[in-house]
């Protein structure tokens, strides 16, 4: 399987050297996308159950970032020598409530007012999907290996609400509006207003146990994205850099 | 004695194993949804979202890829685009903000590779009202310089949004059946996948004439599931 890696890198190395360089995976960013991760990220909560999650339930989030968009685009999260994490605290769960709709049953809960931070640290630590994820968090590793590091980014996450709908096919969702506040790279994203926070919600059900096999202890696995906020960004800048963009 | 046998050794085989349930996934992926009429012509009914007999269209990009296809893919060098087709709407019904749609069977996702376009491939582009000139034909490189790498059918397609806070979410059941990356799921991997993804809010990104932002995967559960037993349970399931 290297082989092949190797022959396709070598083949389009030699057209490369006459092509200029584009970033890395510009496509899935043309989406409005700021911060994206997939796999490997779970949620757990203090006082959850088979799909509820009973009124001041305190939920954590942890997840490992795999794509950051402009102006986060300085940041490579291929690099081998680095990761970036994330930790989402205090989110306190208002109740799920259920929803009767058509065939399908909706599962859906409201939390308070949370915080998170993005770190970048070294070398890699944080347990992954196919680690797998220890059980039973928080332990040895969750959420300590998700929250060391560099703090690039911090804020507070607004009205986040997760819905989960069971029927003939079973799927879920999270959105939320997250405010930066602080962070190294808080000078790249301070003149963002308010940005979704939205993704997949995919909670384990337990009758059949089909949709998320998630470990013992974990009450979902979210896959989702920060989104560029409306407004447009500003970067505070030098005259020189600002004469460098037009040379 | 047969049986007390039996059941020794099956108890030697879960008892020690805690519960390493973990999902298998395929790949994570971002994009758009749009509606069309059959054959991709115009929506019939474009003042209604996903009216019956609307079919339910989305296209997009590949974010990562799970241990089955990373040792095979290098994003640094090629563009990795999802076409999911083939589903019209079967059912439709609203309740207290909450649209819920079921879609008729065999509906059909394909995940393609092209150059990255500083090596020669065309980009994949939305554009705008689809379909139009350039979707979802450069997802699906029509143009002759990318290639399908894996497709399956897809059934069980259903759709909830919720528009008091405009988001919601779609689930299906995939078999993995074509496609030169085919060879690298194991054979007994190619059923059984689930692909889902949240249908993002508006918001400004969203090229005109399309629905919603997603963001998915597609993964498989954990197809030997363990928990811990006592013996009187082990027992009690024999009994």
Redesign the interface.
């Known amino acids: 399987m290297t082989t092949r890696k190797i022959g396709l890198a070598a083949l389009l190395g030699l057209m490369s050297v006459f092509s200029f360089a584009v970033p890395a995976m510009a496509g899935p960013c043309d989406t409005g996308t700021l911060i994206d991760w997939d796999a490997d990220a779970f949620a757990y909560e203090s006082n959850y159950a088979n799909l509820f999650s009973n009124p001041a339930s305190n939920m954590t989030m942890v997840g490992v970032i795999n794509l950051f968009c402009a102006p986060l685009n300085i940041l490579n999260p291929q690099d081998p020598n680095k990761e970036y994490t994330f930790i989402f605290l205090n989110l306190i769960s208002q109740g799920t409530t259920i929803i009767p709709v058509g065939t399908s049953t909706i599962f859906d809960t409201i939390y308070n007012q949370g915080i998170f931070f993005i770190y970048e640290s070294s070398p890699r630590n944080a347990p992954l999907a196919t680690t797998p994820m220890p059980a039973n968090p928080p332990n040895a590793t969750v959420p300590l290996n998700f929250s060391d590091g560099n703090v690039l980014l911090s804020g507070q996450l607004n009205n986040f609400e997760t819905t989960v709908v069971i029927g003939s096919s079973e799927s879920g969702n999270f959105r939320g509006d997250y405010r930066f506040t602080g962070g190294s790279l808080f000078n790249l994203v301070a003149g963002q207003t308010d940005g979704l926070f939205t993704g997949i919600w995919c909670e384990p059900v337990i009758a059949d146990g089909s949709v998320c096999d998630v470990q013992e202890g974990y009450s979902a696995h979210p896959d989702g994205k920060f989104d560029v906020s409306a407004a447009t960004p500003a970067a505070n800048s030098t005259w020189g850099a600002i004469k460098a963009m037009y040379r | 004695m047969k049986r007390t046998a039996l059941l020794l050794l099956g108890a030697l085989l879960v008892i020690p194993m805690?519960?390493?349930?973990?999902?298998e996934?395929l790949?994570?992926f971002?994009?758009?949804d749009y509606e069309t009429g059959p054959g991709g012509t115009a929506d019939p009914t474009p003042s209604v979202q996903l009216q019956v007999g609307d079919y339910y269209e989305a296209v997009?990009?590949?974010?990562?890829f799970?241990?089955l296809l990373d040792?095979?893919t290098?994003?640094?060098?090629e563009?990795y685009?999802i076409f999911l087709t083939g589903l019209p709407v079967t059912?439709r019904?609203f309740?207290?903000g909450?649209l819920?749609c079921?879609f008729a069977d065999n509906g059909r996702v394909r995940y393609y590779s092209d150059?990255?376009?500083?090596?020669?491939g065309t980009?994949?582009d939305?554009g705008t009202n689809p379909r139009n000139l350039v979707a979802p034909s450069t997802f699906t490189d029509g143009d002759g310089t990318g290639m399908m790498r894996l497709g399956g059918d897809v059934d069980?397609?259903?759709?909830?949004y919720?528009f008091n806070?405009n988001?919601?979410?779609?689930?299906?059941?995939v078999t993995l059946d074509e496609g030169d990356y085919l060879p690298y799921i194991p054979v007994q991997q190619r059923a059984g996948w689930?692909l889902?993804?949240?249908?993002?809010?508006p918001?400004?990104?969203?090229p005109t004439g399309y629905d919603n932002?997603i963001?998915?995967?597609c993964?498989i559960?954990?197809s030997t599931?363990t928990e811990i037993q006592s013996w009187g349970a082990v027992k009690a399931l024999y009994r």
């Open positions: 805690t519960a390493s349930a973990a999902d996934f790949l994570g971002t994009g758009f997009g990009f590949i974010t990562s799970g241990p040792p095979w290098d994003p640094s060098l563009e685009t059912s019904s309740f207290a909450y819920d079921a150059l990255i376009p500083s090596l020669g980009p994949a939305y069980h397609f259903h759709l909830v919720n806070n988001s919601g979410s779609w689930m299906a059941d689930i889902g993804a949240e249908a993002g809010p918001n400004p990104t969203i932002q963001q998915g995967e993964r559960p954990d599931p």
